[in-house]
């Protein structure tokens, strides 16, 4: 699953990045960037432009809802996923409305991330985005 994607793992929780990170690199990614608040991730979007972009939603400073907002009006076509063990039906309804790509639950397993990474992929060779 050789690829080009660049991808930022937002959590303020340096395990579940580690875990993130781990899985990431078993796909492939080329470049992974990581943040520890949605503060963080919105101004790493701003510099580097990812293709894909892992969000929790409950973080100190901005949390993942906020940054989700700030991400899609910088750029609509950066897939968020919002990923969280506290997923509430309306963290999720709040987070499909704001534009989200998908929500996972943590833990987070190598399926799921494999199953985000190769969805982002397919979707992108079908839209003939280069990534």
Excluded at 25 to 31: A, N, Q, R, Y
Excluded at 53 to 58: E, G, L, N, Q, T
């Amino acid at each position: 699953m050789e690829n080009n994607l660049k991808v930022l793992i937002c959590d303020d929780s340096v395990l579940i990045r580690k875990k993130l990170r781990a899985s990431l690199e078993k796909c492939k990614v080329k470049e992974i960037l990581e943040a520890e608040n949605g503060a963080v991730a919105v101004e790493l979007v701003k510099q580097h432009q990812p293709n894909l972009v892992f969000m929790d939603i409950v973080m100190p400073d901005k949390d993942g809802l906020e940054a989700l907002e700030e991400i899609k009006n910088i750029d609509t076509s950066i897939r968020v996923v919002m990923a969280s063990s506290a997923g509430t039906q309306g963290h999720l309804k709040k987070a499909l409305e704001l534009g989200a790509f998908d929500f996972i639950q943590k833990p987070v397993t190598l399926e799921s991330v494999t199953s985000i990474v190769e969805k982002v992929l397919t979707e992108a060779k079908e839209e003939n985005i280069h990534v």
